[in-house]
Nanobody, 118 residues
Framework: VQLQESGPGLVKPSQTLSLTCTVS?????????WSWIRQPPGKGLEWMGA???????YYSPSLKSRTSISRDTSKNQFTLQLNSVIPEDTAVYYC????????????RGQGTQVTVSS
């Protein structure tokens, strides 16, 4: 299974960050959590949210008000939207496949750097 993140590397404060994860070698309709995690500079991994094989979504309580995860099964992709971004959202963002909610995973994309700055 391979996962690949794509999206803009620079986003201005108050704008919406949108990232897409393209999955190959496996279907997002299989029984896993398809998740987004991030790592701010100098900090640990933070779980943001996930979408399941059936389309159910789960979000970190601290980010729930600003986060939305959706999917396109025809393209085997799932997407993260983070609204009203602030400089503290600067991080490397990863999409993952996992058996549980959280930062543990069995497959992960290479990650994409997102900087929030005017």
């Amino acid at each position: 299974v391979q996962l690949q993140e794509s999206g803009p590397g620079l986003v201005k404060p108050s704008q919406t960050l949108s990232l897409t994860c393209t999955v190959s070698g496996g279907s997002i309709t299989t029984n896993y959590y398809w998740s987004w995690i991030r790592q701010p500079p100098g900090k640990g991994l933070e779980w943001m949210g996930a979408i399941t094989y059936s389309g159910s979504t789960y979000y970190s309580p601290s980010l729930k008000s600003r986060t939305s995860i959706s999917r396109d099964t025809s393209k085997n992709q799932f997407t993260l939207q983070l609204n009203s971004v602030i400089p503290e959202d600067t991080a490397v963002y990863y999409c993952t496949r996992a058996k549980w909610l959280g930062t543990l995973y069995d497959y992960r994309g290479q990650g994409t750097q997102v900087t929030v700055s005017s």
